[in-house]
């Protein structure tokens, strides 16, 4: 198997830890293979959509979803390091309203599965940090959700101290992001 599979707190959000080759010239792994994908997680998905961003130490981004046309995502750091979030919203679930954290860099070069279902940020802990993803489905602004990072229901323990006091950065839209009590959620 080209990598292991670890599930986290909430077990359908996957940690994916790939088998690399190296020596002294560098590196090479395989980032995706669907056959292997799916034999190690049990998942059948079918990407249609590659992202890649680009954001500066402190950008916190998130917390991110579609309510119609949900997004899976296989997300990976390629670039810096990023503490990495996926949360549950799906009011019928066992774990609704819960969190895990991950963090992503080029040199643990994990990867983190975000099922469908789920709000998903990240906070940029390096100078700067290039992040790519997968997605199941087309991004659809119309139906884009953004939950406030620091929302108290939640109490995301995100890794603030790492910041060296510099306050986390958001967009205007996240800025005002709403609380799970006020958000359209999954059923």
């Known amino acids: 198997m080209p990598f292991t599979v670890t599930p986290t707190a909430i077990p359908e959000v996957l940690v994916l830890e790939p088998r690399v080759f190296g020596d002294a010239r560098g590196f090479f792994y395989e980032s995706f293979n669907a056959r292997d994908f799916a034999q190690a997680t049990g998942l059948q998905v ?16 998130g917390l991110h979803y579609q309510i119609e046309q949900a997004q899976g995502k296989l997300v990976r750091v390629v670039r810096g390091a990023e503490f990495e979030v996926a949360v549950d919203i799906r009011k019928s679930s066992a774990t609704f309203g819960q969190w895990v954290g991950v963090e992503l860099s080029e040199d643990n070069q994990r990867q983190l599965w975000v099922p469908p279902g789920f709000a998903h940020g990240f906070l940029v802990l390096s100078e700067s940090a290039e992040f790519l993803y997968k997605t199941t489905d087309y991004y659809a602004p119309q139906h884009e959700r953004s939950l406030a990072w620091n929302d108290p229901a939640l109490a995301i323990d995100w890794p603030l101290d790492r910041l060296d006091g510099q306050q986390p950065q958001l967009s205007a839209k996240d800025a005002v992001a709403k609380r799970l009590a006020e958000a359209e959620l999954f059923g």
């Open 46 to 61: 079918n990407f249609v959509q590659d992202n890649h961003s680009k954001s500066a130490r402190g950008v916190l981004r």
